[in-house]
């Protein structure tokens, strides 16, 4: 049974820091692309970054590439994301997504089909 569990999140100040951790467990997890989307209320669920299973191909979405960093720990089964400049519109739920159909993956959410529960991100101004 696959399993994804997301830490991290909490309430911070703009401007401010925060870094999510997912640990994986039962998959083989250096198999698989990983990635982080988030939700805030009333909106869509969104692409944040996604990294490939060795760590050595990341991709970002636009809205958060130069201030947020995917990484993954493959010895701890645990990919991280690590946000700095935090803006209020950063507000959401952050869900780590692992795409079991291979190494690569990219930002569409369909393609992932094991999905943590998620944890909350709230940025005040």
């Known amino acids: 049974q696959v399993q994804l569990v997301e830490s991290g999140g909490g309430l911070v100040q703009a401007g401010g820091s925060l870094r999510l951790s997912c640990a994986a467990s039962?998959?083989?997890?250096?198999?698989?692309?990983m990635g982080w989307f988030r939700q805030a209320p009333g909106k869509e669920r969104e692409f944040v970054a996604v990294?490939?299973?060795?760590?050595?191909?990341?991709y970002y979405a636009d809205s958060v590439k130069g201030r947020f960093t995917i990484s993954r720990d493959n010895a701890k089964n645990t990919v991280y994301l690590q946000m700095n400049g935090l803006k209020p519109e950063d507000t959401a739920v952050y869900y780590c997504?692992?795409?079991?159909?291979?190494?690569?993956?990219?930002?569409?959410?369909?393609?992932?089909?094991?999905w943590g529960q998620g944890t909350q991100v709230t940025v005040s101004s």
């Open positions: 997504a692992v795409d079991s159909k291979g190494a690569y993956s990219g930002s569409y959410y369909a393609d992932y089909d094991y």
């Open positions: 039962g998959l083989t997890f250096t198999h698989y692309a």
């Open positions: 990294i490939s299973w060795n760590g050595g191909s990341t």
